[in-house]
């Protein structure tokens, strides 16, 4: 009690209503006219010793202001003004250091946050209550909460803010905590201030490192994928059906898929037309879909029907030595005399067919995704068709939204294909993609054959 008294200027009762909090304390100087519950009053700070307040970096007494600040020159900020050489250079990361005594009025502050902030050594520091406002406006709001964080909240405080100087904009990072006796008032306000500029730079300057790799791997994935998919032309016309794809990658992102097509005369005479999905995104993905499209491509030379080439597809990914992820695909072949649909699927959408301006999806046979087991079976089934007849195929990134179930999606996706019974093949496919694909996060291909 004696020392408390000692070191606030005060008798020893005086200290010990001080300590009590039963009203009686001495009256707090006040550093600067302001609000009647402006932060300094709210902090009841006895004086701690000399020594204990000496920062690491030594500030002189020359900084450190007094009790009496009536006759103290103001603090303004002056960007325009020149440190001396004296001062030194500001080094990246270097830390500057303060502290409040709130009860005795006086402030300390290190050489370097001076220098950080383009202050004049030896001018009155700032009160915490006038900090705020000598920071960067839009800075102000979350300086004064961090120096208000110790006596609301009980806690430290972290800002990062901005002030001019006459080398321009500097950018720091402050922490403010506090020492508090044993009833739970503050006794010290202090902060570490740190330059923030290096760290900031190198943010920077990764996220642009960042960005330009992402953007070389989704140009590189679009050449993979520009190069292993069919003929560029838009639509193709076989016997009796033409035939329309789109291809369209992701809007949002480095999302370029798996997504591949294929639409060919086979041996046979009939018109094979698949469509499938390797999950997952990027050159991975692009490269499972080169795999297992080379792959569905050699054993079409064989002539099995769809189930057939879907189960070896099936079973070669499962035990092949670099496994792919799971894909999804729809295989079909389309005779022309009688026109007939013969197709089957591993855990792909269902195809859309249109007839007489009324659509609906087609019942899926059963399949599971390729790569889920060897052994897996698939069934085979056949859907007649009749001049013109519309066949829709498409991926999934066509139907699913995460604002959605799929069921909405298949809905919107019948809707559309209805309102674009009068158009071509490939206007069709246009229309589909801009109704349904706007603003995806997935990559879509859509596959139209018209019936002639």
């Known amino acids: 009690m004696a020392s408390l008294a000692r070191d606030t200027g005060t008798s020893v009762a005086e200290a010990a209503a001080l300590l009590l909090g039963d009203g009686t304390a001495p009256a707090m100087p006040r550093q600067a006219e302001g609000p009647a519950t402006s932060l ?24 450190q202001a ?23 250079v500001v ?11 709130l009860i005795t009025g006086t402030a300390t502050w290190s050489r370097s946050l001076y220098e950080m902030h383009g202050w004049p050594p ?48 500097r ?74 794809v789109c291809y369209q990658p992701a809007q949002s992102g480095n999302r370029v898929g798996g997504d591949w097509y294929e639409a060919r005369a086979a041996d046979d005479g009939a018109v094979l037309v698949t ?37 070896w597809l099936n079973d070669l990914i499962c035990t092949d030595e670099v496994p792919e992820r799971v894909a999804s695909a729809a295989v079909g072949l389309l005779d022309a005399d009688p026109p007939r649909l013969r197709w089957a699927q591993a855990g792909h959408p269902p195809p859309v067919l249109v007839r007489d301006g009324e659509p609906r999806l087609l019942a899926r046979p059963a399949g599971l995704l390729l790569g889920t087991g060897p052994g897996a079976g698939y069934e085979l089934v056949t859907e007649d068709l009749a001049p013109g007849d519309r066949l829709i195929f498409y991926t999934d990134g066509l139907i699913e939204r995460r604002d959605r179930d799929l069921d909405e999606g298949l809905i919107e996706l019948l809707k559309a294909a209805a309102c674009c019974q009068d158009a071509t093949p ?27």
């Open 275 to 311: 469509i499938g999905d390797v999950a997952g995104h990027g050159l991975t993905a692009a490269a499972g879909m080169a795999r297992i499209g080379n792959a569905l491509r050699g054993m079409t030379v064989t002539g099995q029907p769809p189930d057939v080439l879907l189960r």
């Open 122 to 169: 030896g001018t009155r520091p700032p009160a915490p209550e006038e900090f705020p406002r000598l920071v960067h406006p839009d800075d102000s709001a979350a300086v004064e909460d961090a120096f208000r964080a110790p006596a609301d909240r009980g806690e430290s405080g972290q800002a990062e803010y901005r002030v001019e100087t006459a080398e321009g904009i």
């Open 426 to 452: 490939a206007a069709c496919a246009d229309e589909l993609a801009n109704r349904l694909a706007s603003g995806g996060d997935d990559d879509i291909c859509i596959l139209v054959v018209q019936v002639r």
């Open 40 to 63: 300094a009053q709210r902090l009841l700070v006895p004086r701690q010793p000399a020594r204990e307040r000496q920062s690491r970096d030594e500030p002189s007494r020359h900084w």
């Open 171 to 244: 950018y720091l990072k402050a922490l403010v905590t506090a020492v508090y006796d044993p009833l739970g008032a503050a006794l010290i306000l202090r902060a570490v201030v740190q330059d923030a500029a290096a760290g900031r730079t190198a943010g920077l300057e990764l996220d642009a490192v960042r960005a330009k790799i992402e953007m070389e791997r989704r140009e590189a994935t679009l050449r993979m994928q520009q190069a292993i998919l069919p003929a560029p032309e838009h639509q193709f016309r076989y016997d009796r059906f033409d035939i329309a």
């Open 66 to 88: 007094q009790p009496d600040l009536g006759e103290s020159q103001p603090l303004q900020a002056q960007p325009t003004q020149k440190l001396p050489l004296s001062a030194g």
């Open 91 to 101: 080094r990246p990361g270097e830390l500057g250091r303060a502290e409040w005594n």
